[in-house]
């Protein structure tokens, strides 16, 4: 695989989902994929949509909310054009916490504009209570295999 090819970005309030990005990242190059990991702040629409494979790792906060640095991103995709995602293969790892009503909403939200905007999902989502670190890491390992096949 070529120059960056792997798009991580993390969306969070207290790091958590951000530690989880970076250690996805660290996987991604053993497995001699180029990523480049960004806050949800730093994306743009373009940065997503030009982008042939794409991890989302986002936490959720308030009463199901976006986290702050997430926010905008989140509603630039939700008002952009149909099929403005088409080509980006993409999947969504989603942090949570049981105990609230709203468990892992923004995750939720992520997994489905993506596909509604033509994306191509490549692994189920997967919604991570507290406790998440060796489950979170086989996921992240499955869908770097699944994301290495896209052509
Ligand atoms: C004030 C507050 C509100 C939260 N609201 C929700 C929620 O609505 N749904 C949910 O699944 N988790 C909720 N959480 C749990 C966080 O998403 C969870 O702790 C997550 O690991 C934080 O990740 P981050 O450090 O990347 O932001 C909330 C946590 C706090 C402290």
């Not at 207290?14 to 990242?25: I, M, S, V, Y």
């Not at 995709?77 to 709203?102: H, I, P």
Request: proline share 1%.
């Amino acid at each position: 695989m070529g120059a960056s090819n792997l798009l991580l970005i993390f969306g969070t309030e207290t790091g958590n989902a951000e530690e989880l990005a970076e250690d996805a990242g660290r996987i991604a190059r053993s497995l001699d994929i180029h990523p480049t990991v960004m806050d949800m702040e730093d994306a743009s629409l373009g940065d997503l949509s030009s982008s042939k494979r794409l991890i989302v790792v986002c936490s959720t906060w308030g009463e199901g909310d976006q986290p702050v640095n997430a926010q905008d991103l989140y509603d630039s995709v939700e008002e952009s054009e149909d099929g403005s995602m088409e080509g980006v293969n993409f999947a969504v790892l989603a942090l949570g916490d049981t105990a609230f009503e709203f468990f892992c909403e923004s995750g939720k939200e992520w997994d489905v504009i993506l596909q509604k905007k033509g994306g191509n999902r490549v692994n189920e989502r997967i919604d991570c209570d507290l406790d998440y670190e060796d489950y979170a890491e086989d996921w992240i390992r499955t869908t770097l295999d699944l994301l290495k096949e896209v052509k």
